[in-house]
């Protein structure tokens, strides 16, 4: 049986694996499903029929699954939060239910986000992320894996964060990050995340030939579609392939650019 506080709230129509513990003064309401090994800390709110896989721990005073920060949103609209598992979820981090019918808004497996992180409705997270206090995440944000974002930044709605990218703290983004990249300020790249990649166990090989397409993308003198149409009568390794992908299928925001 879960271990559920005397105070906690908890539906009968909601879903909790044997194991589960809910700290005190917790709502749990009806439509939520919380898998084996979870940590439910005290006054969390858990609604709009979220779902949480395994060993997610989720700290004080976190919501999840509210209703949309949306003029207009239809409270009626059939949509939720999907975690992942292994998730770190610490205290005052809210996540947004999708506004559309039938979508979700996911955190994959083995994020961490720390305290006052925001992700607002339909964001898309992968996995091995890193989110320091108090970054927000505006609607239909796209994220990859290992991505890490520092402390106070804010990132505006529809923009796409590439997989092992770093951001450093109080950045203004609105355009996309790309791939193994380095951003800082209001939308300027900094470079490669060198260190971040030699972490990520990529062959030195690998790390030569994102450097090379970066060099191409970015510092070569041409504009994307220039660079893009060079790109085309090179051979790449699969990774590098990435970095080129981001810049030929940028979101409606559009790719980040040295200064």
Not at 7 to 27: C, H, M, P, Y
Not at 29 to 38: L, P, Q, S, T
Not at 246 to 251: F, T, V
Request: with cysteine; aromatic share 6%; net charge negative.
């Amino acid at each position: 049986m879960p271990k559920i506080h005397p105070s906690a709230i908890v539906s009968e129509q909601a879903e909790l694996a044997d194991d589960v513990t809910v700290g005190a003064f917790t709502i749990i309401d009806a439509g939520v499903k919380i898998g084996m090994g979870c940590r439910i800390g005290a006054q969390a709110w858990i609604t709009g029929g979220a779902t949480m896989g395994e060993g997610n721990c989720v700290g004080y005073g976190s919501i999840i699954g509210a209703e949309p920060q949306s003029i207009g949103f239809d409270p009626k609209t059939n949509s939720s939060v999907v975690i992942g598992s292994n998730n770190n979820i610490r205290e005052y981090v809210t996540i947004h239910r999708s506004i559309e019918e039938g979508e979700c808004t996911t955190v994959e497996d083995k994020n961490y986000l720390m305290t006052g992180v925001h992700l607002a409705h339909d964001v898309r997270m992968g996995s091995h992320n890193s989110l320091a206090n108090n970054v927000l995440l505006a609607g239909h944000i796209k994220m990859g894996d290992h991505i890490f974002l520092g402390g106070g930044g804010g990132f505006h709605q529809f923009i796409h964060i590439g997989s092992y990218s770093i951001v450093q703290g109080n950045a203004v983004v609105s355009l996309d990050v790309p791939p193994f990249c380095m951003a800082h300020g209001r939308n300027e790249l900094a470079g490669l995340n060198v260190i971040g990649l030699r972490r990520g166990g990529f062959t030195p090989e690998e790390r030569s030939d994102i450097k090379r397409a970066y060099n191409l993308l970015f510092r070569g003198g041409d504009n994307l579609t220039e660079a893009l149409a060079v790109a085309d009568e090179r051979t790449w390794t699969d990774v590098a392939k990435t970095l080129l992908h981001s810049a030929r299928h940028a979101s409606r925001k559009g790719l980040m650019q040295r200064a």
